[in-house]
């Protein structure tokens, strides 16, 4: 049960995301730091304050980069899963599904984070790419 | 939100969650309209049902759906197509549990926003041949074939047998055959119907409903060779239900009432006898039937 103080930490959380996310764009290092700030100012439960800044980043359409590589990631997973393999058209979907911006947002995933996130997701998987014209390896 | 509101979302989003993980949209409105004559803000009601989602490791249907229109958008915006590939990766995307999560999309509500999305945006499907363009294809095969057999018996027999040869192609080419498909496609509907009806869903919401079931099965099998009995058990359950409730409707005097569940009857187009026997007893034939 949380109690009258929680809504005041709540608020005191908002403030503080107000004056810290200037540039509509929460990476995901500032993400953990935001909820770890949150736990160790207010005692704010880490579920809590995760949900919350997800809800202002939204409210606000600043970048969540942690969600957006979530998605990638899931993206990634959904279109390798079966052959391993990763095709061009495959990988250009996947990056524009979540650099290109949304609908009342001004910019999409910073497209360097999402291609360094895919060659990582690529080695951790042993997910090929097309190399040339037929080879197919691991980048 | 005072403690108790909280503790009553929280306990209302968890019924809604415990049995399957899956909270659709129809429960999610009705939380959130709930929450709201209670006077929960919808910021305080959204960050509940975000933390209990999470807690429980359930999924909302809403935003999964969003999830998958993004998706179709992706797929389909620069060539108006959604071939095979992009169809199941976007299915496989949703359908399948995310890491965390105990539940993913459900396939049927999938599989229709795909078809409607297509529908709404003008994007081809590739897995949208029309069902009767293969038996129909077999069957102008089947009678080229045949009247080429035909045409070099003429050349080499006397005219009788050539005249016998004839019936069977006809019979081939005019006869309507169900393929692995149709029959799969009627098992769907009929179990569909049957659950409509146990929810009492007869004919309406008119898309959702066992009529709109039965009218499918009907398109595909009109002769009613496959389960047919069965789907005419179905319908006959559905009309004697309105017969009854005409039958109460005219012991109340509301004849108007009566008028209206004998009409919901004739939707069902089964058991006309039945019906206009009832009208008759009602006192509602009219001189056009």
């Known amino acids: ?139 | 939100m005072n403690g108790n509101d909280q503790e009553w979302l929280q306990n209302r989003i968890a019924a809604a969650v415990a049995d399957d993980f899956y909270l659709d949209r129809g429960e999610e409105q009705r939380i959130k309209e709930e929450s709201a004559a209670r006077g929960i803000t919808t910021r305080d009601c959204e960050l509940v049902l975000r933390e209990q989602l999470e807690a429980h490791a359930a999924v909302s249907e809403r935003l999964l759906i969003a999830e998958l229109d993004r998706l179709l958008h992706q797929f389909t915006d620069r060539d108006k197509k959604l071939d095979p590939k992009e169809e199941r990766d976007a299915l496989s995307k949703v359908v399948t549990k995310a890491p965390g999560k105990k539940a993913g999309l459900d396939p049927r509500v999938a599989e229709e926003y795909v078809a409607t999305f297509c529908k709404a945006n003008g994007a081809r499907r590739s897995t949208d041949t029309p069902k009767w363009l293969v038996p129909a294809a077999v069957a102008a095969g089947v009678a080229v074939l045949a009247i080429g057999a035909m045409l070099m018996r003429k050349d080499n027999a006397p005219a009788p047998q050539a005249a016998q040869a004839a019936p069977a192609v006809h019979q081939v080419a005019a006869g309507v055959r169900l393929n692995d498909n149709d029959k799969a496609e009627i098992d769907d509907q009929l179990r569909r119907a049957q659950q409509y009806v146990e929810a009492a869903q007869y004919t309406d919401p008119p898309e959702k409903s066992a009529k709109a079931c039965l009218d499918q099965i009907k398109q595909i099998d009109p002769e009613g060779v496959y389960r047919g009995s069965e789907v005419k058990a179905l319908s006959s359950r559905i009309v004697t239900h309105y017969l009854a409730l005409a039958d109460g409707s005219a012991a109340a005097k509301d004849m108007q009432g009566a008028e209206k569940w004998l009409a919901r009857a004739r939707l069902l187009r089964s058991d006309r006898e039945l019906i206009l026997e009832k009208e008759r007893a009602l006192g509602l034939a009219r001189a056009e039937r």
């Open chain 1, 1 to 139: 049960m949380h109690a009258v103080t929680d809504i005041d930490a709540a608020r005191a959380f908002e403030e503080h995301l107000a004056a810290e996310l200037g540039d509509a764009y929460c990476s995901a290092g500032q993400f953990g730091a935001l909820v770890a700030y949150a736990g160790r100012q207010w005692s704010m439960p880490r579920a809590r304050a995760e949900t919350l800044l997800a809800m202002w980043l939204e409210q606000h359409h600043a970048i969540n980069e942690k969600q957006l590589l979530a998605e990638l990631d899931g993206l990634l997973h959904a279109f390798t899963h079966d052959d391993r393999k990763l095709d061009k058209k495959e990988r250009q979907d996947a990056l524009q599904s979540i650099c290109t911006p949304r609908p009342g947002y001004a910019r999409g995933l910073d497209s360097v984070e999402a291609e360094r996130y895919l060659i990582e997701f690529c080695r951790i998987n042993s997910v090929r790419v097309r190399v040339g014209l037929f080879k197919w390896q691991v980048p």
